[in-house]
Every structure is written in C-alpha cells, then in structure tokens.
C-alpha cells in the first residue's frame, strides 16, 4: 500500500504546474503535470533529481510540440515558482 507523505510540493516551470508526491515504502518521489492535456510524469530518488526530471520532460514535451506544431514557445513563462501546498 503506498501512502503520501505530508502532502505535496507544488511547482510552477514554464507556464506548467506539477505536483510532487513521496512514497515512503519505495523512497521515491514522483509527480506529474496537472495543467496540460497530455501525460507528463516524472520521477527520481531525490527531490532535487526530481525537480530536474520535472524540467526535462516540460521542456521534451515543449521541444516537441514546436516540432509538431511549428510553434515559437512564449519563453517569458519561463519562471519558476515554488508553493509547497498543494490544493
């Protein structure tokens, strides 16, 4: 059975917002982006790993969307927040 530990950490990269969550059990943090229509899930051992993860995939996921779509990326989204409550 795996259980969350205190909640979630909450972070805003790029325009995205994710929530990270800990399993004890596995010692393992995990999380996915919450505002976007496709899949986005990341996860590593520590949270810093974590976060890193985090940024890859947006920033995979953005790569690739430009490619599809042709697109240019607003890139003044590009700040990163930090709220460690998530709602």
């Known amino acids: 059975m795996s259980r969350?530990?205190?909640g979630c950490l909450e972070i805003r990269y790029r325009g995205f917002i994710s929530r990270i969550y800990y399993l004890a059990e596995v010692d393992l943090f995990?999380?996915?982006v919450s505002n976007c229509e496709?899949?986005?899930v990341f996860q590593a051992q520590a949270l810093q790993k974590t976060k890193e993860a985090m940024y890859q995939a947006i920033d995979e996921?953005?790569?690739?969307e430009r490619i599809?779509?042709?697109k240019v990326i607003?890139?003044?989204k590009m700040s990163i927040e930090l709220d460690l409550t998530c709602k």
Do not use: A, F, V
């Open 38 to 40: 496709q899949l986005i």
């Open 74 to 76: 607003d890139e003044k």
């Open 30 to 32: 995990y999380g996915e």
């Open 68 to 70: 599809k779509k042709g």
């Open 61 to 64: 996921y953005l790569d690739n």
């Open 4 to 6: 969350e530990i205190g």
